[in-house]
Nanobody, 127 residues
């Protein structure tokens, strides 16, 4: 069983930066692919970024490529999302997710492929 807790959200002006953290409990965290999704009011959950279990493979949604960076520290059971050059359209609740596929280097971009979710952290970018 994996439990995920996000932190680091907040209010930031356009062009600013934030770093989100996702702290995981459970011995198997370090073997799972991880991802970040976001959901704005009235919109579907959107893929942001994903990382393989060792961090060797990453993927990004088109809207965040070149601005966001995902990373992980398995020794600390933590996944990060560094967000730079933030735009008002990045405003959403950001969710951390884990896929129960130990040692898989394949990463997925759809929510259905993830088994564990955090409660989310609000990111608001002021124009």
């Amino acid at each position: 069983q994996v439990q995920l807790v996000e932190s680091g959200g907040g209010l930031v002006p356009a062009g600013g930066s934030l770093r989100l953290s996702c702290a995981a409990s459970g011995r198997t965290f370090s073997t799972y692919p991880m991802a970040w999704f976001r959901q704005a009011p009235g919109k579907e959950r959107e893929f942001v970024s994903a990382i393989s279990w060792r961090g060797g493979s990453t993927d990004y949604g088109d809207s965040v490529k070149g601005r966001f960076t995902i990373s992980r520290e398995n020794a600390n059971n933590t996944v990060y999302l560094q967000m730079n050059s933030l735009k008002p359209e990045d405003t959403a609740v950001y969710y951390c997710a884990a896929a129960s596929r130990p040692y898989s280097s394949r990463i997925h971009t759809t929510p259905q492929n993830y088994d564990y979710w955090g409660q989310g952290t609000q990111v608001t970018v002021a124009s």
